[in-house]
């Protein structure tokens, strides 16, 4: 039998003041582990707590697309290669509990209206996930806007690289078997529809019978590179989990934030360029 672990995160950037956070939604997936249960039930209990936190960037308190909405993505993926996404999902308070009713179906990814009627059809309720917080944040940038106080062509990201912001969780159950998961509001100045890194299997996650793998950061940049298949593969070539959390992040340059977490038959992992509120049980 192997030692249930559990790493989550609350984005990189975010503060150490939401550390709680993490450490709550770690405490809630270990309650799932308790007496033998499931990774993925472990991943997806606190992947809600921390959708549930107004705090974070993901469910209630998602930030909001340039015209107002919160657009939301979330997936969660196991060992077996079972796979549940959403993208650009409105008005459900945890996008990653449908993520997890897609995994059901015969497909991975559902997007947009079409994601919302599946979420009606499966007996979610209408939720407006947009806080006070989240409006006062839209309004800044939509000034910062107004005032050209950004770069030509779709400003470039060094000069926002403190606003990224993804949740995430990994799990290791007393059976060996991993599951990943992560949710987002997205990042600022996103135009609507846009998609991320975060549903998409192997750019914001992904999981196998070496380990499982939760990323956040620079959407765009973490798909250009692949990043949690690529930290994964390390994994599963015999790297340590936390040097191939290491190696991952020097995929990138500093300018652009990245936070990875891992879980491996030996032990957990964690790196970040940001500061990060993150948390395992593992020593």
Same mark, same amino acid.
């Given at each position: 039998m192997? %030692?249930?672990?559990v *790493? #989550?995160?609350?984005g990189?950037g975010?503060?150490? !003041?939401?550390? +709680?956070?993490?450490?709550t939604?770690g405490?809630?997936?270990l309650?799932?582990?308790d007496?033998?249960?499931?990774?993925l039930?472990?991943?997806?209990n606190?992947i809600?707590?921390?959708?549930?936190?107004?705090?974070?960037?993901?469910?209630?308190?998602?930030?909001?697309r340039?015209d107002?909405?919160?657009?939301?993505?979330?997936?969660?993926m196991?060992?077996d290669l079972?796979?549940?996404?959403?993208?650009?999902?409105?008005?459900?308070?945890?996008?990653?509990?449908?993520?997890?009713k897609?995994?059901?179906?015969p497909?991975?990814?559902?997007v947009g209206?079409?994601?919302?009627?599946?979420a009606r059809?499966m007996?979610?309720q %209408?939720?407006?996930p *947009? #806080?006070?917080?989240?409006?006062v944040r839209w309004? !800044?940038s939509? +000034?910062r806007?107004?005032?050209?106080?950004l770069?030509?062509h779709?400003?470039?990201?060094?000069?926002?690289?403190d606003?990224a912001?993804t949740?995430?969780a990994?799990?290791?159950?007393?059976?060996g078997?991993?599951c990943a998961?992560?949710s987002?509001?997205?990042t600022?100045?996103?135009m609507?529809?846009?998609?991320?890194?975060?549903?998409?299997v192997?750019a914001g996650i992904?999981?196998?019978s070496?380990?499982a793998?939760?990323?956040t950061?620079?959407?765009?940049?973490?798909i250009?590179r692949?990043?949690?298949?690529?930290?994964y593969?390390?994994m599963a070539r015999?790297?340590?989990?936390?040097a191939?959390?290491?190696?991952?992040l020097r995929?990138?340059?500093k300018?652009?934030?990245?936070?990875i977490?891992?879980?491996?038959k +030996?032990?957990a992992?964690?790196?970040c360029?940001r500061?990060?509120?993150?948390w395992?049980?593992?020593?």
């Open positions: 192997a %030692s249930p672990v *790493v #989550t995160h609350c990189a975010s503060t150490l !003041e939401i550390v +709680d956070a993490a450490e939604a405490r809630a997936a309650s799932a582990l007496g033998g249960g499931r990774a039930d472990a991943v997806t606190a809600v707590v921390l959708e549930d936190d107004e705090r974070t960037n993901a469910g209630t308190g998602s930030r909001l340039i107002g909405r919160a657009q939301m993505d979330a997936s969660i196991t060992e079972e796979s549940g996404a959403v993208a650009a999902i409105e008005g459900v308070r945890n996008p990653i509990l449908v993520a997890r897609v995994m059901e179906t497909h991975v990814l559902l209206a079409d994601a919302v009627a599946f059809r007996g979610f %209408s939720h407006n *947009v #806080t006070a917080a989240a409006k309004k !800044e939509l +000034d806007i107004r005032r050209g106080d770069p030509p779709a400003r470039k990201w060094r000069d926002f690289r606003l912001g949740v995430g990994v799990a290791r159950d007393s059976r078997h991993f998961g992560s987002t509001g997205g600022a100045f996103m609507p529809g846009r998609v991320g890194d975060t549903p998409i192997g992904y999981c196998g070496a380990g793998v939760s990323v950061g620079h959407g765009e940049e973490i250009r692949v990043l949690s298949k690529s930290v593969d390390l015999g790297r340590r989990t936390q191939a959390c290491d190696e991952g995929l990138f340059k300018t652009i934030p990245i936070g977490i891992a879980v491996g +030996d032990g992992g964690e790196a360029n500061k990060m509120a993150w395992t049980n593992a020593p």
